[in-house]
């Protein structure tokens, strides 16, 4: 977390020498300030970029996460497109600060995931401590959740979020030498290991209320129980809350399974049990799945 008091407020671009505009979303107001620099799409479209994440994550959670977040957008003259995406927490409140390159084009931000992801991040306890051992349970959050979120507010097509989990999920599977996501933490094993997780907690939750709960509704427990980015939180009591939220034990167990040991998932047998049929990079849907049902209630508004 970002402690420091002149930095953060160097960060925050309360020093940065323009006045700061607003946009709401879900209960909150998010201050967004624009460092030096020039950017060639108009402000009103940056504008809408920030409202479109800002209401995907209300969407999913039911609310945004905090009600009076910064974010700094850093105009940058390096390349096109959105990159450098942090967000910090702590008692000073929630604070994101992402790139945008002078020559990025309202197609690029209208394809963007990670003012989303970051934005998500205030959504979730720091659990990470003085260490990074669970890193992987923040990362892999928010990488599982942003494109669900933004299929949600149609965003995002539900066969392209499903394309890229099939794409993208494998680089989670635990590789040789590796131990639990507690104790592995690699690229691969943080953020898609972590959304793995998050992936069978989903289906799981899914499975033990007969459809009625899933993740989400984890998720909304665990935030309206003060789970933000302001708080610390101890691992097990983010478990603990997020079963409370959906009646299972779920999250507990798939936890205790998957923190100190290395646990393949048979990810082509789960995409067949959702019914997601992928070939040539093309995703089409078998709605006579055991899970298809499951998989169709992921992505609903």
Request: charged share 20%; no cysteine; net charge negative.
């Given at each position: 977390?970002?402690?420091?008091?002149?930095?953060?407020?160097?960060?925050?671009?309360?020093?940065?020498?323009?006045?700061?505009?607003?946009?709401?979303?879900?209960?909150?107001?998010?201050?967004?300030?624009?460092?030096?620099?020039?950017?060639?799409?108009?402000?009103?479209?940056?504008?809408?970029?920030?409202?479109?994440?800002?209401?995907?994550?209300?969407?999913?959670?039911?609310?945004?996460?905090?009600?009076?977040?910064?974010?700094?957008?850093?105009?940058?003259?390096?390349?096109?497109?959105?990159?450098?995406?942090?967000?910090?927490?702590?008692?000073?409140?929630?604070?994101?600060?992402?790139?945008?390159?002078?020559?990025?084009?309202?197609?690029?931000?209208?394809?963007?995931?990670?003012?989303?992801?970051?934005?998500?991040?205030?959504?979730?306890?720091?659990?990470?401590?003085?260490?990074?051992?669970?890193?992987?349970?923040?990362?892999?959050?928010?990488?599982?959740?942003?494109?669900?979120?933004?299929?949600?507010?149609?965003?995002?097509?539900?066969?392209?979020?499903?394309?890229?989990?099939?794409?993208?999920?494998?680089?989670?599977?635990?590789?040789?030498?590796?131990?639990?996501?507690?104790?592995?933490?690699?690229?691969?094993?943080?953020?898609?290991?972590?959304?793995?997780?998050?992936?069978?907690?989903?289906?799981g939750i899914r499975?033990?209320?007969?459809?009625?709960?899933?993740?989400?509704?984890?998720?909304?427990?665990?935030?309206?129980?003060?789970?933000?980015?302001?708080?610390?939180?101890?691992?097990?009591?983010?478990?603990?809350?997020?079963?409370?939220?959906?009646?299972?034990?779920?999250?507990?167990?798939?936890?205790?399974?998957?923190?100190?040991?290395?646990?393949h998932t048979d990810?082509?047998?789960?995409?067949?049990?959702?019914?997601?049929?992928?070939?040539?990079?093309?995703?089409?849907?078998?709605?006579?799945?055991?899970?298809?049902?499951?998989?169709?209630?992921?992505?609903?508004?």
């Amino acid at each position: 977390m970002l402690r420091n008091g002149l930095l953060f407020l160097l960060l925050s671009g309360l020093i940065a020498g323009q006045e700061p505009t607003q946009v709401t979303s879900g209960g909150a107001t998010i201050e967004v300030s624009f460092a030096p620099g020039k950017l060639d799409v108009p402000r009103a479209r940056l504008l809408a970029w920030i409202s479109n994440a800002a209401n995907a994550v209300t969407e999913y959670f039911g609310r945004f996460p905090v009600e009076q977040p910064r974010l700094m957008v850093r105009p940058s003259e390096s390349r096109g497109g959105v990159f450098h995406g942090t967000t910090f927490g702590g008692r000073r409140g929630a604070f994101t600060r992402i790139s945008v390159g002078q020559t990025t084009t309202e197609r690029q931000l209208d394809d963007d995931w990670m003012l989303t992801h970051e934005f998500i991040h205030m959504a979730f306890p720091d659990v990470s401590g003085e260490s990074d051992e669970h890193h992987w349970m923040e990362e892999g959050m928010a990488t599982y959740i942003e494109p669900i979120a933004r299929a949600q507010i149609g965003r995002m097509t539900a066969e392209r979020v499903w394309r890229d989990f099939v794409r993208d999920m494998p680089q989670g599977l635990p590789q040789a030498g590796d131990q639990g996501l507690d104790r592995t933490p690699t690229w691969g094993r943080t953020y898609w290991g972590g959304a793995i997780f998050w992936l069978l907690a989903d289906v799981g939750i899914r499975e033990a209320t007969h459809n009625q709960k899933g993740l989400q509704s984890a998720m909304r427990g665990i935030l309206g129980a003060g789970g933000n980015i302001t708080a610390d939180w101890a691992v097990e009591r983010v478990v603990e809350v997020g079963d409370q939220a959906t009646g299972t034990t779920v999250l507990g167990d798939l936890y205790k399974q998957m923190k100190a040991t290395a646990v393949h998932t048979d990810l082509d047998d789960l995409w067949r049990r959702l019914g997601v049929q992928a070939k040539n990079g093309t995703v089409t849907f078998d709605d006579h799945a055991p899970l298809a049902e499951i998989r169709k209630a992921i992505t609903a508004k």
